[in-house]
C-alpha cells in the first residue's frame, strides 16, 4: 500500500531523533497484508533503511489526492 508522509518531526523516546522522512513523499508499506488500521507502518526510509513508523505519520495515496483535488476546489 502507497501512503504520504504528512508528519516528519522528531520521535518522542527513540534514540534517533531524526525520522529520514520526507514531507508530501510517496512511499511504500512493506508487508503482506497492509492495513489502514494497522498501529504502525514498515518503510524504507530516505537513507535506505527499514524503519517502523507510527502510522500518525501517514495518509493513503488516495486520502493525498482526496485532500489535493479539495484543496483546489475540484
Partial sequence: MKVVCV?????????ESSVNLTLG???EALGDD???NDSVFNIINDIGKRGSYYF???????EARHEKLEKLGI
Avoid: E, H, I, Q
Wanted: glycine share 14%; no cysteine.
Fill in 7 to 15: 508528519n516528519n518531526g522528531p520521535m518522542d523516546g527513540a534514540m
Fill in 25 to 27: 513523499k510517496v512511499y
Fill in 34 to 36: 497492509v492495513s489502514p
Fill in 56 to 62: 500518525g505519520r501517514f495518509t493513503t495515496l488516495d
